[in-house]
């Protein structure tokens, strides 16, 4: 069982940074991706992008509303991932969490239902 610990959310203005955090309880080469997931009140989760933590060495892939904007890295020696976050915008607002998928099949996609284990989230505000 994958236990996964976000932290680093937080207020900022608009065109500000924030870098969340991701602990997770394995080795990261145990666990095939890792990903994050955003979600408002009222609305389905969101996949931000993911990591291939494993096999993949690092491969990221994100959402177009985050392109360009958002970066995904791992440090394997803290079993960390992390999502830097640039140029926020208000509609960037939301809970943010962060899942690992331990097949390849899992990790194919971001469909938070491929994803077994979950962080509790932690929240972000941009404000205008």
């Known amino acids: 069982q994958v236990q996964l610990v976000e932290s680093g959310g937080d207020s900022v203005q608009a065109g500000g940074s924030l870098r969340l955090s991701c602990a997770a309880s394995e080795y990261l080469r145990d666990v095939y991706c890792m990903a994050w997931f955003r979600q408002v009140p009222g609305k389905e989760r969101e996949g931000v992008g993911r990591?291939?933590?494993?096999?993949?060495?690092?491969?990221?892939y994100y959402a177009d509303s985050v392109k360009g904007r958002f970066t995904i890295f791992q440090d394997n020696a803290k079993n960390t991932v992390y999502l830097q976050m640039n140029a926020l915008k208000p509609e960037d607002t939301a809970m943010y969490y962060c899942?690992?998928?331990?097949?390849?099949?899992?990790?194919?996609?971001?469909?938070?239902?491929?994803?077994?284990?979950w962080g509790q989230g932690t929240q972000v505000t941009v404000s205008s």
């Open positions: 899942a690992a998928g331990t097949t390849l099949y899992r990790c194919r996609s971001l469909d938070p239902a491929d994803f077994g284990y």
């Open positions: 990591i291939l933590t494993s096999l993949g060495r690092g491969s990221t």
